[in-house]
């Protein structure tokens, strides 16, 4: 019963483009949203969050959307550099700081 | 000087057998938590420790036990292990339970491997 759903396992991208990393939830009683980003070998790293009561949270070159009806967020990084390129993966936290995962996008971003 | 340690990285091991996994961290945080990601990528909390004392326990097979000696440090035993235990653990901290601010820090993982 997976609460997160991250449905593109892998996406590609031009060097200086838009990449566009999508999430969907399930539950409504998810209270904060996050990304992480995962090289090879490596642990999870927190990227960026937002919470439940706002609907963008900018930082950068990264900027997450989240669109409550729909229970949909996504992450947009722009301009796309080739360091960029690792694992996304979205989660969304529940009670007593439990976070569901999606199980990930592969970006890639192609110099 | 990492934050979040996890020792060993790698562990080959044989089906029946009993092991475990450490974990530290030196970020000074009050909860500390284990992950199993899956063949198939999924990335599922199984336990969380507040203060050293246990928080979350997900449905998890009694063959895991937790143990947490103190704030810093959360050890994974696993007793009689099957071939479905193979996957990568990892251990994560955070300042607290549910602040905005309290973000999960995690380790490189622990790929186990049960033949």
């Known amino acids: 019963d997976q609460q997160v759903k991250q449905n593109s396992p892998s996406l590609s991208v031009q060097e200086g483009r838009i990449s566009i990393l999508n999430c969907d939830y399930t539950?409504?009683?998810?209270?904060?949203f996050l990304w992480y980003k995962k090289y090879p070998a490596e642990g999870p790293t927190f990227l960026i969050s937002?919470?439940?009561?706002?609907d963008k949270n900018e930082d950068g070159r990264f900027t997450v959307f989240l669109n409550k009806s729909a229970k949909h967020l996504s992450l947009h990084i722009v301009p796309s550099q080739p360091g960029d390129s690792a694992v996304y993966f979205c989660a969304a936290r529940g009670g007593a700081n439990n976070l569901f995962f999606g199980t990930g996008t592969r970006l890639t971003v192609i110099p | 000087d990492t934050a979040v340690s996890q020792t060993p990285k790698y562990l080959v091991t044989q089906m029946g057998n009993d092991k475990s996994i450490k974990c530290e961290q030196n970020l000074g945080h009050d909860t500390m938590y284990w992950y199993k990601q899956d063949s198939k990528k999924f990335l599922k909390i199984m336990f969380s420790?507040?203060?050293?004392?246990?928080?979350i326990n997900e449905t998890v097979p009694n063959r895991f036990s937790p143990k947490s000696p103190d704030k810093a440090h959360l050890n994974l035993h696993i007793n009689s292990l099957e071939l479905g235990d193979s996957a990568v653990y990892f251990c994560?901290?955070?300042?607290?339970?549910?602040?905005?601010?309290?973000?999960?820090?995690f380790g490189p993982g622990t790929r186990l491997t049960v033949l």
């Open positions: 539950n409504s009683m998810f209270d904060y």
């Open positions: 420790y507040n203060n050293k004392e246990l928080i």
């Open positions: 937002i919470s439940s009561i706002k």
């Open positions: 994560a901290s955070s300042l607290g339970l549910a602040g905005v601010g309290d973000t999960q820090y």
